[in-house]
Nanobody, 115 residues
Framework: QVQLVESGGGLVQPGESLRLSCAAS????????TGWYRQAPGKQRELVAR???????NYADSVKGRFTISRNSANNTVYLHMNTLKPEDTAVYYC?????????WGQGTKVTVSS
């Protein structure tokens, strides 16, 4: 079994930055992919950024150039560096991890961008 614990969310003003962390523990073997989705109030969950085994990364068009995903394999942690935050980035951010046994989701961390 795998557990994911997210941290780093909070309230920031437009233009500021945040770094989200997602620490994985448990039975972790070969990770096929990991990343972040988000869900704003009244909207569907959407992909933000993800990274695959081998280093390929994908970003939503709305965050390209502002967000960066990185991963520390030594401690099984994936990060989402968010710069130049906008009010439309307000959402609950969820990390996930996929390996052969399936996909595990974190509990979510809330990000609010407001002046």
């Amino acid at each position: 079994q795998v557990q994911l614990v997210e941290s780093g969310g909070g309230l920031v003003q437009p233009g500021e930055s945040l770094r989200l962390s997602c620490a994985a523990s448990g039975n972790i073997f070969t990770i096929y992919g990991t990343g972040w989705y988000r869900q704003a109030p009244g909207k569907q969950r959407e992909l933000v950024a993800r990274t695959f085994r081998g280093g390929v990364t994908n970003y939503a068009d709305s965050v390209k150039g502002r967000f960066t995903i990185s991963r520390n394999s030594a401690n099984n942690t994936v990060y989402l560096h968010m710069n130049t935050l906008k009010p439309e980035d307000t959402a609950v951010y969820y990390c996930y991890l996929t390996q052969a046994s399936g996909t595990t989701w974190g509990q979510g961390t809330k990000v609010t961008v407001s002046s």
